[in-house]
């Protein structure tokens, strides 16, 4: 399968302060590279001959979910090179090895193989597609890697599909459905229909909204799975009728966009309250939707504004750096995301936990889940989004929750709810390692 997306030129644009090189690409043959090392050269001569340690990150730099997993890449890298520039970790630099899973799961699970068996990776931050991060789950521990996940929200990754190699820095859908369910019944309605992306992300965020909006006093009159991917949306949202408050949206990527702009086109989202995922306003599918999404009430873990949790220097010099390298592969100049968020504070925890276990390597995999398991993230320029707690018990983060309205094509924040107050009981049983 060829993979065009490193001749684009929003390719070159992720890594513009580095060089690309190819001492070894994964997959190269018939035009085709599974893999591609990203080093700065500058680094490469200032650690001199120490081994670098090597960091995979697969997302979907193709396919449906390529606009996120693009801008997953430059917080990922951004994190990189912040590292390499204070020293490396322990003394070493780190060296990113960049894969696209094409948003499929059979790719993804493919490239994951090859990061592991050939190119030797002693790390990986990435994930992007629920669906493509549970195919991976087993490799990860089959090779005894320590996998961060750094967007992936399906609920099973930390609860009945969990294991001791996976950590989730972020939040996920109980966590979010504890901090909204209430304000949505409060403010917004007691009667609710659900439209999702009919995958497990969004069949795991239906669910879990669900249970919490009816222990709010809540309802869910129907539900309306659409499958992944969906130009057009209409034949599914036209039988979306009857006595009702609100439309709950659980969508990301084109798919946000989609929904956003085609419930408004046939009146939806005037006649019914229009709330959802935060996913479905990101910044960067604003300019798409334009005055379509005006009033759409959404919660996220992250918002780019410089005001309330995110008013802090710290969140000021990561907004600023994101915002100039998302203008590097995007003229338009989109704010940050929190694809780009998740992933810089992920690779940030795991520099953390390198640096805590002295990590040299795989063979010290089970010391660096030691350092990460319970690992308290303070605000700071590696947390620019503030404290929030890596739990033992099942590897999930609660970082702060924000709901925020969209007025004027901005966000608005209208309420915040700390991590602590979205705490959900842990649910899994690590397999013994």
């Known amino acids: 399968m060829s993979e065009k997306w490193k001749e684009e030129d929003w390719a070159q644009g992720v890594w513009y302060s580095g060089k690309v090189t190819r001492r070894r690409v994964v997959g190269w043959g018939g035009g085709a590279i599974g893999a591609l090392m990203l080093v700065p050269a500058p680094w490469r001569a200032a650690f001199g001959q120490a081994k670098p340690y090597k960091i995979g990150a697969i997302n979907p730099l193709s396919g449906a979910g390529a606009a996120g997993g693009k801008t997953a890449l430059v917080g990922v890298q951004m994190a990189v090179d912040r590292i390499n520039a204070m020293g490396g970790v322990n003394g070493r630099p780190i060296e990113l090895i960049v894969a696209d899973d094409e948003s499929k799961p059979d790719v993804g699970r493919r490239k994951t193989s090859k990061l592991v068996d050939e190119d030797q990776i002693d790390a990986h931050v990435g994930g992007f597609l629920s669906n493509i991060c549970l195919a991976c789950m087993p490799v990860w521990e089959e090779a005894k890697i320590v996998n961060m ?29 504890v901090a909204f369910a209430p304000y949505l019944i409060k403010s917004l309605g ?30 869910i009159v129907e539900t309306t799975g659409i499958p992944l991917g969906t130009a057009d949306m209409t034949p599914f949202l036209s039988k979306v009728t009857g006595q009702f408050d609100g439309l709950l949206g659980i969508f990301f990527g084109k798919d946000g966009v989609t929904i956003g702009n085609q419930a408004y086109d046939l009146g939806l989202t005037k006649r019914y309250k229009w709330a959802g995922d935060g996913a ?125 309205e969209i007025k004027d094509g901005k966000h608005r924040i209208i309420e915040t709810i700390p991590g602590d107050k979205t705490l959900f009981p842990p649910a899994c049983k690590f397999a013994s390692t």
């Open 190 to 219: 007691k009667k609710w229909h659900i439209a999702y992306a009919d995958y497990s992300w969004g069949q795991s965020t239906r669910d879990a909204y669900a249970q919490e909006i009816k222990k709010a006093g809540g309802e």
């Open 280 to 404: 479905i306003a990101e910044s960067t599918n604003l300019p798409a939707l334009g005055n379509k999404i005006e009033g759409f009430v959404g919660i996220n873990r992250y918002i780019p504004i410089q005001e309330g949790p995110f008013n802090t220097p710290e969140h000021k010099k990561f907004f600023d750096e994101s915002k100039a390298r998302l203008a590097k592969i995007d003229p338009s100049g989109p704010l940050p995301d929190r694809y780009v968020q998740s992933n810089y504070e992920a690779m940030n925890a795991l520099r953390v936990g390198m640096e805590k276990s002295k990590f040299r390597g795989r063979e010290d995999t089970m010391k660096l889940i030691e350092a990460l398991e319970g690992l308290q993230m303070k605000l700071s320029d590696d947390f620019p989004t503030g404290d929030k707690l890596l739990r033992k018990d099942d590897h999930q983060a609660f970082p702060l929750q924000v709901i925020f």
């Open 149 to 177: 996940i750094s967007v992936c929200l399906d609920t099973t990754l930390t609860t009945t599909k969990c294991n001791r190699y996976s950590f989730r820095v972020h939040d996920y859908a109980p966590a979010q459905a």
